[in-house]
Structure formats: structure tokens, C-alpha cells
């Protein structure tokens, strides 16, 4: 078990610019959860993945925003035309979900923290 | 809908004393309730949750919560605390979906623990 890993771990960009962010989640997982975490606040859920099903996005995901899960294994998630008040950390979290099992645990990779100049 | 609410948003503790960080949730569905610690620079884990049953459940290193439906609240506890417990808590809620729980988390704001010698 190596965790979920995420690149970058910072990113720097000016508004307007496009960027995309990287979530590796722990290998036998089959769902994949973004979420964005403000200053002062807790994290928020943005969308998630089974396998390579998008199965739920979140209101604040704009249209600028797009997250993709090719072949149900690693996940991107692109911000487009970025905005200052897109600076926040996003967070990835896999878990392993089993038909009919009670319970789903959540690993949270460290984040990228991107910040909009 | 759900929301969770941390009522501190920092708590300062000396070395060996106990602490609560509270927590208060609302919501028109059933509920499990987490508690998820993040250390600086370290990704978001699981400290302890409540899925069912006893309604006071607890940590490996010490901590405790207590389910309290009547009040909506799900309060941490440690009766001493350490310098290694400073971080960052976050109390967290879920619906209940046929009895399973569900990987998004409706978060709160965050305590900041700091553990004085």
C-alpha cells in the first residue's frame, strides 16, 4: 500500500491559464473522490468516480472544471480559463467499495495546492 | 441536505490535560458520523467513526466520541492529551445509504489542536 499520491504537490499559475492536477489512487481501489479545501474551512466534495464512471459532480464544479478516471485507475482533473478564487487545495481520496460491504474508508492523498495569480 | 459544525475553531491545551472538540450536525436523513485528524504537511486520516451500535466509540491512541442523536452531536474527547496529538480535526457526516456508509463527506470547518508543553 503506497497511499494516494498527487502531482503536483504545488502549483503556481495566472488567471486565465488551464492546469491539471493528478491523483494516483491506491491501486485495488474503485472509487476516486476530489474535493477542495479553502482556507479556514473543511474540505468539500467536488465529484467521484467508480472505476471510470463520473457517478456524481458537485454544484461548485463549474463548467470550467472537468475530472476524468480513463480506464478506472489514475484521475485528473482539469480547471480551464482558472480563476483567483480557484486557489484552494484539492484533495483526491480512493477507497475500496464492495458490493453489499457496510463500509467505506477513505484515503486522502496530501494535496496540490494551487494558487491563481 | 447535511452540515456540520465545528464550534472552535482553535483549541490551546497544555500537555496532559483533556481536551473536547465539539461537533454538531444537521441533517433530515440518518447519518454516520467520522472524526478525520490532519498533521502538518500529512494528508487527511480517519480517526474514528460511528456507523451503529454503542454510540461511544474510540481511537487507538486514545480518543473518544459519543453519538448524542437528541443533541445532533458527535463531541471528541481525550482525557490526556499529547504534543504528538497537535493537529488540525475535522468532524465529518455522511447519509446512510441502505445501510452502507458512503465515501462523500459533508466536512466541518476544522479545529486547530495545540498541545503546549
Known amino acids: 500500500d503506497t497511499g494516494v499520491s498527487q502531482n503536483p504537490r504545488h502549483k503556481i499559475t495566472k488567471r486565465g491559464q488551464n492546469v491539471t492536477f493528478r491523483c494516483d489512487p491506491i491501486s485495488e481501489h474503485n472509487r476516486l473522490y476530489w474535493y477542495r479545501q479553502t482556507l479556514g474551512q473543511g474540505p468539500e466534495f467536488l465529484t467521484y468516480?467508480?472505476?471510470?464512471?463520473?457517478?456524481?459532480k458537485s454544484r461548485l464544479l463549474s463548467d470550467r472544471f472537468s475530472a476524468e478516471r480513463p480506464k478506472g485507475s489514475f484521475s485528473t482533473l482539469e480547471i480551464q480559463r482558472t480563476e483567483q478564487g480557484d486557489s484552494a487545495m484539492y484533495l483526491c481520496?480512493?477507497?475500496?467499495?464492495?458490493?453489499?460491504?457496510?463500509?467505506?474508508?477513505?484515503?486522502f492523498g496530501s494535496g496540490t495546492q494551487l494558487s491563481v495569480l | 441536505a447535511q452540515s456540520v459544525t465545528q464550534l472552535d475553531s482553535q483549541v490551546p491545551v497544555f500537555e496532559e490535560a483533556p481536551v473536547e472538540l465539539r461537533c454538531n450536525y444537521s441533517?433530515?436523513?440518518?447519518?454516520?458520523l467520522f472524526w478525520y485528524v490532519q498533521y502538518p504537511n500529512q494528508g487527511l486520516q480517519l480517526l474514528l467513526k460511528y456507523l451503529s451500535g454503542s454510540t461511544l466509540v474510540e481511537s487507538i491512541n486514545g480518543f473518544e466520541a459519543e453519538f448524542n442523536k437528541s443533541q445532533t452531536s458527535f463531541h471528541l474527547r481525550k482525557p490526556s492529551v499529547h504534543i504528538s496529538d497537535t493537529a488540525e480535526y475535522f468532524c465529518?457526516?455522511?447519509?446512510?445509504?441502505?445501510?452502507?456508509?458512503?465515501?462523500?463527506?459533508?466536512f466541518g470547518q476544522g479545529t486547530i489542536l495545540t498541545v503546549h508543553p
Open positions: 468516480f467508480q472505476n471510470e464512471a463520473q457517478l456524481e
Open positions: 441533517s433530515s436523513v440518518s447519518v454516520y
Open positions: 481520496a480512493s477507497s475500496l467499495k464492495r458490493p453489499g460491504g457496510a463500509d467505506e474508508k477513505l484515503f
Open positions: 465529518a457526516v455522511t447519509r446512510t445509504a441502505g445501510g452502507t456508509s458512503y465515501g462523500k463527506l459533508t
